[in-house]
RNA sequence: GCCUGUAUAACUCAAUUGGUAGAGUGUCAGACUUCCAUUCUGAAGGUUGUCCGUUCAAAUCGGAUUGCAGGCUCCA
């Protein structure tokens, strides 16, 4: 990584400062880690990006409906998909060659070791300690075991241990104001995923809104992962926001709906006329045990390239895994006639194609390439500079700046309408403050696509200057135009 | 989590061996101004991230802590 474009990261996030995109969490605390709040033109951003997935994805797909699943899940939800287990084990870390290990698995490294020293009464009592320990949850107790018995890192060769420590990537909070006798009948989680809430929906969507397969559901939201490491401004944050679709199909036919998804979301980038050469797919070579395939979409941000979406070929794993847990089929009849037998395909749990795009990641993925300091030669030879931010005009947080050149003569009355006439169809910004230059410079800043000037010109022919960010081209058109070609261009 | 760097006004940065914190930009009010950061007048804005210590005196020296950035590690 270049010097340079480390300089970026650091520009865009102070312009994202600045200009009201990103500030950081309840900062006059002084921030908390890795958590973001979205300030007025940030926001707008956010939202732009959101509803133009949304639209492409429901809007676009007739075999898509959306939905909204609340972040509180029942708990088994957690267990069936197998985030409680995976992301919940005590830690421990070498200080000398920096290892971290599983603490079970370092025990159980010394009990093998012990049972072929021919120490097999040690062995026993040393993995039964460990149970004892691991069930009480007694870190401290585990720490000195580990001391106790000398156990030493493979690599560094020594016992220089960290304090032992529960990672769990899952947030966990209280549900209902009254404790239980047993506390954990009231833990719940805060979702690490969006993509369950469909799942559990799988069958209420399907019979409801009358799909046949295939079919998608789609959802965006907030997700929270107790990231072990949360940095890279708002690329990897404790609290997101997530877009996901997922598709279900027949078995056997997820390859091709894999390829078509693939293809698919990687041209709904492009479609924001973003260069095809700031792209590249991931196809992952080492997958989840219930994957059949998977890659991600990566976009070369400041940063290096880095995943801005994925796309997973799923199986039937969440489906069953929900119909074990909840001992409830999660099966689709499918009347279609299969060729080969001439009889209907019949009850099945479908695959399962996802796409899950981080709405955050794409956030800094339009400032990353949006974002740029020119240098402009003026007509006298001397040297200029803008900072502008190129954002596709159809997801600008603001569409059209109206300015009046002068905040007398009657020019303001005529903005005020143009105003009016524009506000109920998109975000317009009126300003009558400071010269013109001064006036576009700050547009260019929020990434407003378009700027009408009004000037006495246009009190006799009705016409009005209308300057285009990226180009800085002006031309005249029709004051009754403005909002037509607005429009036509969002 | 470990290591390195860093923190002064909204932003970018000054402040000599420790000696009462300044500038430019921006913001706000007003005047001027006929198309890309014009000019003029005035104003607001900082217990120097936080806490503790050394000192007659700390933005400056020391310790701790928090945030941010990077490297490693971890995770998807």
Redesign the pocket.
């Known amino acids: ?1 270049s010097i340079q474009q ?1 300089n970026k ?2 520009q865009i ?2 312009h994202a ?2 200009y009201g995109f990103v500030f ?1 969490s309840s900062e006059i605390y ?6 973001y709040d979205y300030g007025p033109y940030g926001c707008e951003l956010k939202k732009n990006i959101r509803d133009y997935w949304w639209k492409s994805m429901t809007q676009m797909h007739d075999n898509i409906v959306g939905i909204d699943a609340a972040i509180f899940m029942h708990p088994t939800t957690w267990k069936a998909s197998g985030h409680v287990d ?2 919940s084990d005590p830690m421990i ?1 070498n ?1 000398d060659s ?3 290990y599983r603490v079970d698995h370092l025990i159980e490294a010394k009990a093998e070791e012990l049972a072929q020293e021919g120490k097999k009464d040690e062995e026993a009592t040393l993995l039964k300690k460990m149970d004892e320990l691991l069930a009480a949850e007694d870190f401290v107790g585990l720490k000195k075991l580990i001391d106790d018995n000398n156990i030493k890192c493979s690599i560094s060769g020594t016992a220089n241990w ?1 304090d032992i420590r529960q ?1 769990n ?1 899952m947030f966990k909070t209280e549900f209902g104001a009254i404790a239980s006798d047993n506390a954990d009948d009231n833990i719940v989680y805060l979702r690490p995923e969006t993509a369950q809430g469909i799942f559990v929906n799988f069958l209420n969507v399907q019979k409801t809104a009358r799909m046949k397969i295939p079919f998608g559901i789609a959802q965006t939201g907030k997700a929270f992962r107790n ?3 949360a ?3 708002i690329f990897r944050m404790r609290e997101f926001e997530q877009m996901e679709m997922q598709f279900f199909v027949r078995p056997g036919t997820e390859g091709e709906w894999y390829k078509f998804w693939k293809e698919e979301r990687l041209n709904w980038h492009l479609s924001l006329g973003i260069s095809k050469d700031k792209y590249r797919y991931h196809d992952h070579v080492k997958l ?1 045990h219930y994957a059949k395939e998977a890659c ?1 979409i990566e976009f070369e941000f400041p ?1 290096g390239f880095k ?1 801005v979406e ?1 796309i997973h070929s799923r199986s039937d794993f969440d489906l069953s895994q929900h119909q074990y847990y909840s001992k409830k089929k999660q099966q689709y009849f499918d009347n279609d006639i299969n060729p080969e037998t001439g009889k209907p395909y019949g009850n099945y749990v479908p695959y399962v194609i996802e796409t899950s795009i981080g709405l955050d990641r794409m956030f800094l993925l339009i400032l990353s390439n949006a974002y740029e300091e020119e240098v ?1 030669t ?1 007509e006298d030879g001397s040297t ?4 502008v931010l190129h954002i596709p005009a159809k997801i600008a947080p603001v569409k059209l700046a109206i300015l009046p ?5 009657g020019l303001p009355e005529i903005a005020k309408q143009l105003l009016e006439e524009c506000k109920p169809h998109f975000k317009c910004f009126y300003e009558e ?6 006036r ?3 547009q260019d ?1 929020i990434g407003t696509p378009f700027c009408v ?1 009004i ?3 246009t009190k006799e022919d009705n016409t ?2 209308i ?1 285009y960010r990226d180009s ?3 031309e005249r058109i029709p004051l009754s135009k403005v909002k037509q070609l607005v429009l036509g261009e969002i």
Do not use: C, W
């Open positions: 990584m480390d990261l650091q996030i102070s400062k600045e950081p002084d921030g908390l880690s890795a958590v995976n992301f870390d200080k920096k290892k971290r960290t990672f990537l990231e072990i490491v940095r890279q401004f989840a991600d940063i995943e994925g402009i003026k200029d500079s803008r900072v050149l002068l905040k007398k003569d403050k400071d010269a013109i230059g001064k576009y410079r700050r800043a000037t000037d006495h010109q009005v200057t300057r800085m081209k002006q």
